[in-house]
């Protein structure tokens, strides 16, 4: 078990932090495409048909899933720490390992969304085994790749369409950094951002009354809000999933608890969204999960299979379990997650590598059910505001005639 806590260390920047990340030069190699439209062997495009279980992993039917054949919005998706490459840096050669993860992580959400997942050199899991300090520079080498990315994303396939960005620990660091320093400051482009669903990495938000002025002095972002409802756009989601109480010297959920991911306790608390329940309180999670096993061999996927979750024989690329778990965001112990209860039936799942990690390696797929619904829900929402707007032109054209 010290082996594991060792290597899931990876699942956060050790010595990376969000200001370490600022400012960092994208120029160097060309953006290589984990996912992107039309690539071969696209792991973010899978068949979606969907084997239904109840709470033990028992199936009790199928689903057909269909996807939007020209969807409006598109996803930009950042991995956690799964590179079990030799060096302190990856390479940008898409693995098994990162194969999986976009398919466990971002590939569900293809439902309503063209995805993009640029390759990044990320710290490896062999860095943070080794014990030797990490450099800025060897941390503002995969964020300088997914600045790049962004930008070519920008440049070349955006148009104007909008976006939601999606993430997990190493992924969400990189992406705090990279939506404070490239999008929030910018109107343009926070118009075009339906959504930032950055999971598992301590978003911070001011504490106690957010008026504009404490905005601008606290918190990850100075113009983008908590999301609050299903159809408002232009706002983040971020939460860590735990079904125990969080330990002191827990890596999230605490504004300053750790160097890893900043924060001032006095100005500033760690975001809790409940994707079941934006406006509060509980509500019961749809858990989502790829039916293969994560890459067989790789250091994540021999974490994942000690999690406990449930099993169920499927013939379908996807298994969905409802009712199996209820959550809601607490509070308790200076600490703000996303508490997850088990309900009849369903298997009590297992802290890996131990209790200060809570649910981290279920963060993306815990509610997976619910967070793809509220994609649906704000590409909608982001349409018909198009739509309006489009209208508007036309209503101003006319009465300039």
């Known amino acids: 078990?010290?082996?594991?806590?060792?290597?899931?260390?990876?699942?956060?920047?050790?010595?990376?932090?969000?200001?370490?990340?600022?400012?960092?030069?994208?120029?160097?190699?060309?953006?290589?495409?984990?996912?992107?439209?039309?690539?071969?062997?696209?792991?973010?495009?899978?068949?979606?048909?969907?084997?239904?279980?109840?709470?033990?992993?028992?199936?009790?039917?199928?689903?057909?899933?269909?996807?939007?054949?020209?969807?409006?919005?598109?996803?930009?998706?950042?991995?956690?720490?799964?590179?079990?490459?030799?060096?302190?840096?990856?390479?940008?050669?898409?693995?098994?390992?990162?194969?999986?993860?976009?398919?466990?992580?971002?590939?569900?959400?293809?439902?309503?969304?063209?995805?993009?997942?640029?390759?990044?050199?990320?710290?490896?899991?062999?860095?943070?085994?080794?014990?030797?300090?990490?450099?800025?520079?060897?941390?503002?080498?995969?964020?300088?790749?997914?600045?790049?990315?962004?930008?070519?994303?920008?440049?070349?396939?955006?148009?104007?369409?909008?976006?939601?960005?999606?993430?997990?620990?190493?992924?969400?660091?990189?992406?705090?950094?990279?939506?404070?320093?490239?999008?929030?400051?910018?109107?343009?482009?926070?118009?075009?951002?339906?959504?930032?669903?950055?999971?598992?990495g301590n978003v911070l938000v001011p504490k106690g009354r957010t008026s504009e002025r404490k905005r601008r002095r606290a918190g990850d972002f100075r113009n983008i809000r908590p999301c609050e409802s299903k159809k408002q756009l232009s706002c983040v989601v971020g939460f860590s999933a735990f079904n125990a109480p969080v330990p002191e010297g827990s890596l999230f959920g605490r504004a300053g608890g750790s160097e890893l991911f900043g924060g001032d306790p006095d100005k500033e608390k760690v975001l809790c969204s409940n994707p079941a329940a934006l406006n509060g309180g509980a509500a019961k999670l749809t858990s989502v999960y790829p039916s293969e096993p994560f890459a067989p061999g790789t250091t994540i996927g021999l974490a994942t299979s000690l999690i406990g979750n449930p099993q169920t024989e499927a013939g379908t690329p996807w298994v969905e379990y409802q009712g199996a778990y209820k959550a809601g965001c607490s509070s308790a112990d200076g600490a703000n997650v996303l508490q997850v209860t088990a309900l009849p039936g369903s298997p009590q799942l297992n802290a890996i590598p131990d209790a200060t990690w809570g649910l981290h390696l279920l963060d993306a797929n815990i509610a997976l059910g619910n967070l793809v619904k509220l994609v649906g829900k704000q590409s909608k929402a982001w349409a018909k505001k198009l739509n309006k707007q489009k209208r508007n032109k036309r209503k101003k054209a006319g009465r300039n005639r």
């Open 1 to 200: 078990m010290k082996v594991f806590k060792a290597v899931l260390l990876g699942l956060v920047l050790g010595a990376l932090g969000v200001s370490a990340l600022a400012g960092a030069a994208s120029a160097g190699q060309k953006t290589v495409w984990l996912c992107k439209p039309g690539k071969a062997d696209n792991p973010c495009e899978p068949g979606l048909k969907t084997t239904l279980a109840d709470p033990s992993g028992t199936p009790i039917g199928t689903e057909k899933v269909k996807a939007d054949p020209t969807p409006g919005i598109d996803c930009f998706y950042v991995y956690p720490t799964v590179s079990d490459d030799p060096g302190a840096n990856s390479d940008l050669v898409a693995d098994p390992e990162e194969l999986s993860i976009a398919l466990y992580q971002a590939a569900r959400y293809s439902q309503h969304c063209r995805v993009f997942a640029p390759m990044y050199r990320q710290i490896t899991l062999a860095r943070l085994l080794s014990g030797n300090p990490i450099t800025v520079e060897q941390s503002r080498l995969g964020y300088g790749d997914v600045v790049r990315a962004w930008k070519t994303y920008l440049d070349r396939y955006n148009r104007g369409r909008g976006v939601v960005f999606i993430s997990h620990s190493q992924g969400t660091a990189v992406l705090r950094a990279l939506i404070s320093e490239k999008v929030d400051p910018r109107p343009n482009l926070r118009k075009r951002m339906v959504s930032a669903l950055l999971l598992g």
